[in-house]
């Protein structure tokens, strides 16, 4: 099939995407929004008024939703992608469309919702009086990084979620984990050395610190600081490497057999 | 591959595993960390095949054949397990209609859905969105859900979709059975404008009737291989046949395609069928004489319960009818030795015209496996009988049976 028409797929299972998932709602869209930001109304009452742990952090309210936009992305990219596959047996066993686009078309669909939340994001760094920094124009790359990123991953677990069913429980409970494991609520100067050093290998910690760097205050902690060298970059990125080539060799393989096993 | 093919496929074979027992989770492949075992099903073996360009082509073949297989195989849904398949063009990868329709949609979402499933581009759906919408006949619906199309109207608008993201080549899997008889008129008409404008279409289907009206050359799969490849008459006789009443297995072992032979030393041999009217033998019968047919066979050795099969089939291989004896003899089980059985087909129900009249011995069984067979397109001689129409009162093509009466005068 010719690549033009793998864009017009792509861009007809996006839009049916939106228009299923918000049909006979009356806010419709609006709960992509409201969702992210009730989270964030929550969190930002409990850590400033109970725990007070944001209380060190200039520009808190929008470093906080920065943080919470990021993450959403990244659960809602991973786990409707690794829905993908198993959740479009119908056209698979029936047609010999490229499998990759369906694992492409869930992450789009979430990139669709980020970049409104952004939106959001943005009126609220100008109602916080951040102030605007050229660095913002490096923004883009490191969400270009964490793109990837959520896609490998999408790819990997989209394969095994083919053969091994419990993926999804234990894909639940690992962004269960790396919600606190990553630095999204809490500054990264609140944690030990040992303990912030162990989550900065993390890639999501040096994407999230990183933007957070570049949008919102240079005395965010990133991982270079973490390691006071560029390794705190190194090895994140390494790791993202490290998934790229798996997703690419596994899901090369085993999708030409996704149709004979779903 | 020459340039006059549209596709060619050597040595094909497609294996399936099946699993034992489906481990689903983690925790059961942890638990049973031996390799699992595995049950190969062969699904198609060593088939070779290639069509020509323009070529209109059939594959029949009864459920389970391993037919549909082969269509996922050539759509490139599965990959093969040995063998190669080469297509030559673009190829329309769909083998059922209406892929991704979804009932919260619209018609209008659907057709644009459907239509980049099948390959085109949302550009061309645009180009060819009003001739679907027409063909279909669904003007009024289109904003509709479908969940609230009537499932004719579905189809309706499924076919004309597939209509317009046609390629080189077209596979085609079952789509007429469905829709109302005006609009299976018009997607027959498609056909024909398909064929006509020589592009390869490859079709799988049951019915013999449309094999024979619209494919040039025909296949039968049967039990994973190809049994034969030839003209549509000779595979939807073969199919007919096949499926005759009892539908009979045949001994493995005699699936070459073309030319096929009787078993050897079966356990029951057919000596001869003859036809007569009344106590004359002849093959010249009135449109009014009843037909009585003999068997005479012998059985070698004591057997299991068994059926007999009269069918008859036209001179151009036409399969027409037949008969078994499960509804007259039952579980028929003759002794060693010569036995004659003899059927009476009652008058007036054949046309004017020549018939073979073939007979195959089966077991009871099912399925049935077939004992022996004396039949024309096994090369075998058989009686050729002649209907002719010698009465004084009647005439054409059949015995047209009617009473006058006379209501005296009416005013």
Known sequence: ?262 | MSDKLALSISHLHKDFRLPHERKNSLKEWVLHFKRPSYEKLHALRDINLEVKKGEFFGIVGRNGSGKSTLLKIIAGIYQPTHGQVRVNGTLTPFIELGIGFNPELTGRENVYLNGVILGLTRRQVEARYQEIVNFAELEKFMDQRLKNYSSGMQVRLAFAIAKEAHNDILLIDEVLAVGDAAFQRKCYKVFKDIKQSGKTVIFVTHDMAAVQEYCDRAMMIQDSKVLMIGKPREVALRYEVANAAVAVERPSGEAKPGKTARPRNPEIKLIKIETRANQTATTDFRLDDDILVDIDFKVNAKTEAVQFNLFLVKPDGIYLAGINTIGDLGQFKPTVGKHRISCKLSSEQLPKGEYFVNTGVYTYAKPPRLIDILDTSYGENVPKIMMTDRSLTQSGEFFIKGEWGHDEKVS
Not at chain 1, 84 to 111: E, F, H, Q
Not at chain 1, 138 to 157: K, Q, R
């Open chain 1, 1 to 262: 099939m010719a690549k033009s028409n793998n864009l017009s797929l792509i861009r007809e299972l996006v839009a049916s995407d939106f228009k299923l998932r918000y049909q006979g709602s009356i806010l419709g869209y609006l709960w992509s929004l409201l969702r992210p930001l009730m989270l964030f109304g929550v969190l930002y009452v409990v850590f400033t008024k109970v725990i007070r742990i944001g209380d060190g952090v200039p520009y808190y309210p929008a470093y906080l939703l920065l943080g919470l936009v990021l993450w959403t992305f990244f659960t809602e990219a991973t786990l409707s992608g690794m829905n993908a596959i198993t959740g479009r047996g119908d056209l698979i066993r029936k047609v010999a469309i490229p499998k990759y686009i369906i694992v492409i078309s869930t992450n789009v669909s979430a990139l669709v919702n980020f970049s409104l939340n952004m939106v959001v994001v943005g009126i609220f760094m100008v109602a916080g009086d951040v102030p605007l920094r050229w660095t913002l124009l490096v923004v883009p790359l490191l969400i270009a990084e964490l793109m990837i990123f959520a896609l490998a991953v999408s790819f990997l677990l989209s394969a095994l979620f083919v053969k091994f069913r419990d993926i999804s429980h234990i894909w639940d409970v690992v962004l269960q984990v790396f919600f606190y494991a990553v630095p999204i609520l809490y500054p990264l100067t609140f944690p030990p050395q040992r303990i912030a050093e162990f989550i900065s290998i993390n890639p999501l910690t040096q994407i999230f610190q990183d933007i957070r760097w570049l949008a919102i205050t240079p005395q965010t902690r990133t991982t270079e600081n973490v390691f006071n060298s560029q390794i705190g970059r190194i090895i994140p990125i390494a790791i993202i490497l490290l998934i790229i080539v798996l997703a690419w060799w596994y899901f090369r393989r085993s999708s030409k057999r996704f149709a004979e096993e779903l």
